[in-house]
């Protein structure tokens, strides 16, 4: 926004008089005061009620530069002695550079808010706050020294701060800020007039009307183009707001859509899981209902048999009898074992305790309580494990060598034997249950711990198991931080090896 100096001209005059005289010969200085005058206080008046309606700092600057440029232009033609402080004749010669001062802060702060100098350069807007400031020191020293004093002074900060408005707003506008434009545009008029009075004023200029209404005019001009620039600026604004807006509901609404599409996602994934589960859930109860039976069908009707042998003193029916009823009740013992085990760890109630435990004492303890299965099918187990020890939790290292043992007996031929032993590497302790049975296909061997479902097996006396045992084993071992695999060839057998880590002992020096 532009401010007038003009009135610095009159101080290098050393005929006051033929100045004033030439203004007064021609009605077209009035004239053009007029057009002037009338264009700034209607343009002050618009851009402050712009103020109170958008609130746009911008415009209170413009406006108090806009109402001190005209205070300028008054004092500088005489106006004010004759309208304004008549009681204070000769005033004007020196109170128009207060107001120049003045208007130079305001013009300042305004090209650093109109330009977003704080966004775009920070050296710049240091530069507009040091205008700002000299602005400021021009009016203060007026007041104390006056105008003689500071005169040189006053026009060097006139000839170097116009020209740093129209160099800040190029390099603003070349970082592609488009009111800069504008702001460029709107300068050129007012900085030519008040360079062309400040050239006259140093005597450098002749005398003519056009020189004398330099100012007016390119203020006049100013005036105009700047109240386009601040119109593009709010255009600019509200374009930019309505496409950060647009933006931000199109974000919105591929957000909405991307999260649309996991959702599905996440559905039919959680529904095909969900089937899975049903399905399997359906064939694990029957299979638990058709395997419950088998035992409970072994067991229906033994009172009867019992009283009717007792009678008929056959004693060797009674004892078979009895291995029936001790092959049923284990049968229907360890199955419920499993089908608790299993519960337990899939609501994860597991409790895990691990200890450092002898194997030996603790596979032999589990060997025992299947030596009487073992030897209704005349199976020998044969325990190699002499030493060693594990960090593991008991109760699941030993559900695992149960379930181990039960189904190496359940899948071993008559009078064969089931082999227990136990090696370290690689600081682990392996151990090893192998029977004699009719083993299974590799491709069998490797799917016995991937798959989720359960399918129901066939051991040499019709012993019926499906799965749930090895899943129980598999779970326990990876809770212990340890693994199990298998090894299995048709003829020959098959082998189960778990291992367990083992806690080195610390000994002191």
Same mark, same amino acid.
């Given at each position: 926004?532009?401010?007038?100096?003009?009135?610095?001209?009159?101080?290098?005059?050393?005929?006051?008089?033929?100045?004033?005289?030439?203004?007064?010969?021609?009605?077209?200085?009035?004239?053009?005061?007029?057009?002037?005058?009338?264009?700034?206080?209607?343009?002050?008046?618009?851009?402050?009620?712009?103020?109170?309606?958008?609130?746009?700092?911008?415009?209170?600057?413009?406006?108090?530069?806009?109402?001190?440029?005209?205070?300028?232009?008054?004092?500088?033609?005489?106006?004010?002695?004759?309208?304004?402080?008549?009681?204070?004749?000769?005033?004007?010669?020196?109170?128009?550079?207060?107001?120049?001062?003045?208007?130079?802060?305001?013009?300042?702060?305004?090209?650093?808010?109109?330009?977003?100098?704080?966004?775009?350069?920070?050296?710049?807007?240091?530069?507009?706050?040091?205008?700002?400031?000299?602005?400021?020191?021009?009016?203060?020293?007026?007041?104390?020294?006056?105008?003689?004093?500071?005169?040189?002074?006053?026009?060097?900060?006139?000839?170097?701060?116009?020209?740093?408005?129209?160099?800040?707003?190029?390099?603003?506008?070349?970082?592609?800020?488009?009111?800069?434009?504008?702001?460029?545009?709107?300068?050129?008029?007012?900085?030519?007039?008040?360079?062309?009075?400040?050239?006259?004023?140093?005597?450098?200029?002749?005398?003519? $009307?056009?020189?004398?209404?330099?100012?007016?005019?390119?203020?006049?001009?100013?005036?105009?183009?700047?109240?386009?620039?601040?119109?593009?600026?709010?255009?600019?604004?509200?374009?930019?707001?309505?496409?950060?807006?647009?933006?931000?509901? $199109?974000?919105?609404?591929?957000?909405?859509?991307?999260?649309?599409?996991?959702?599905?996602? $996440?559905?039919?994934?959680?529904?095909?899981?969900?089937?899975?589960?049903?399905?399997?859930?359906?064939?694990?109860?029957?299979?638990?209902?058709?395997?419950?039976?088998?035992?409970?069908?072994? /067991?229906?009707?033994?009172?009867?048999?019992?009283?009717?042998?007792?009678?008929?003193?056959?004693?060797?029916?009674?004892?078979?009898?009895?291995?029936?009823?001790?092959?049923?009740?284990?049968? /229907?013992?360890?199955?419920?074992?499993?089908?608790?085990?299993?519960?337990?760890?899939?609501?994860?109630?597991?409790?895990?305790?691990?200890?450092?435990? $002898?194997?030996?004492?603790?596979?032999?303890?589990?060997?025992?309580?299947?030596?009487?299965?073992?030897?209704?099918?005349?199976?020998?187990?044969?325990?190699?494990?002499?030493?060693?020890?594990?960090?593991?939790? /008991?109760?699941?290292?030993?559900?695992?060598?149960?379930?181990?043992?039960?189904?190496?007996?359940?899948?071993?031929?008559?009078?064969?034997?089931?082999?227990?032993?136990?090696?370290?590497?690689?600081?682990?302790?392996?151990?090893?249950?192998?029977?004699?049975?009719?083993?299974?296909?590799?491709?069998?061997?490797?799917?016995?711990?991937?798959?989720?479902?359960?399918?129901?097996?066939?051991?040499?006396?019709?012993?019926?198991?499906?799965?749930?045992?090895?899943?129980?084993?598999?779970?326990?071992?990876?809770?212990?931080?340890?693994?199990?695999?298998?090894?299995?060839?048709?003829?020959?057998?098959?082998?189960?090896?778990?291992?367990?880590?083992?806690?080195?002992?610390?000994?002191?020096?």
């Amino acid at each position: 926004m532009g401010l007038d100096f003009s009135g610095v001209s009159n101080i290098v005059y050393q005929d006051v008089e033929t100045l004033h005289t030439f203004k007064g010969n021609t009605d077209l200085p009035s004239l053009l005061l007029g057009v002037f005058f009338g264009l700034m206080i209607v343009m002050a008046l618009y851009n402050l009620l712009l103020y109170f309606s958008l609130r746009d700092r911008a415009y209170l600057l413009y406006v108090g530069t806009t109402v001190f440029a005209i205070l300028t232009t008054v004092s500088t033609n005489g106006l004010g002695d004759e309208y304004l402080w008549p009681n204070h004749p000769g005033i004007d010669s020196t109170i128009y550079v207060v107001f120049a001062g003045i208007s130079m802060a305001f013009s300042s702060r305004f090209a650093a808010l109109f330009l977003q100098l704080k966004l775009y350069s920070k050296r710049l807007d240091q530069l507009m706050w040091l205008i700002c400031a000299l602005g400021i020191l021009v009016s203060v020293l007026t007041i104390i020294l006056g105008i003689d004093p500071i005169k040189e002074f006053v026009r060097w900060i006139v000839l170097l701060s116009f020209p740093s408005y129209i160099v800040t707003g190029y390099i603003i506008y070349r970082k592609n800020y488009k009111p800069a434009k504008f702001y460029l545009i709107a300068w050129v008029p007012y900085v030519l007039g008040l360079l062309t009075r400040t050239m006259h004023g140093a005597g450098w200029l002749p005398t003519n $009307q056009l020189v004398l209404s330099s100012i007016e005019l390119g203020g006049a001009l100013e005036i105009v183009l700047l109240s386009f620039a601040l119109a593009y600026r709010i255009k600019e604004m509200k374009r930019e707001l309505l496409e950060k807006e647009l933006e931000k509901e $199109q974000f919105k609404t591929k957000l909405l859509k991307d999260q649309k599409v996991i959702l599905e996602q $996440q559905v039919e994934r959680r529904t095909k899981e969900l089937s899975r589960a049903n399905a399997t859930k359906d064939k694990f109860f029957s299979i638990i209902a058709h395997d419950l039976r088998n035992p409970m069908i072994g /067991l229906q009707g033994v009172g009867q048999k019992l009283e009717y042998f007792i009678k008929k003193d056959r004693q060797e029916k009674l004892l078979e009898m009895g291995g029936q009823i001790d092959r049923s009740i284990d049968q /229907l013992n360890h199955l419920l074992n499993n089908l608790l085990n299993w519960a337990v760890s899939q609501t994860g109630g597991i409790s895990y305790n691990p200890q450092i435990h $002898q194997v030996a004492p603790l596979i032999q303890e589990n060997i025992d309580l299947y030596k009487s299965l073992a030897k209704s099918k005349e199976v020998t187990l044969k325990n190699e494990i002499v030493e060693g020890e594990l960090y593991a939790d /008991l109760n699941a290292v030993s559900t695992i060598i149960r379930n181990l043992l039960s189904n190496a007996i359940k899948f071993t031929e008559n009078r064969s034997t089931v082999l227990l032993k136990a090696h370290e590497s690689d600081n682990m302790i392996h151990i090893t249950v192998r029977d004699q049975g009719k083993g299974m296909s590799p491709e069998m061997a490797q799917s016995l711990f991937k798959s989720n479902d359960f399918e129901t097996t066939i051991g040499t006396r019709g012993e019926k198991g499906f799965g749930l045992g090895l899943r129980l084993c598999k779970e326990f071992t990876e809770m212990n931080q340890g693994t199990i695999s298998v090894e299995s060839e048709f003829g020959k057998g098959t082998s189960f090896t778990v291992s367990f880590p083992i806690t080195i002992k610390i000994t002191s020096a």
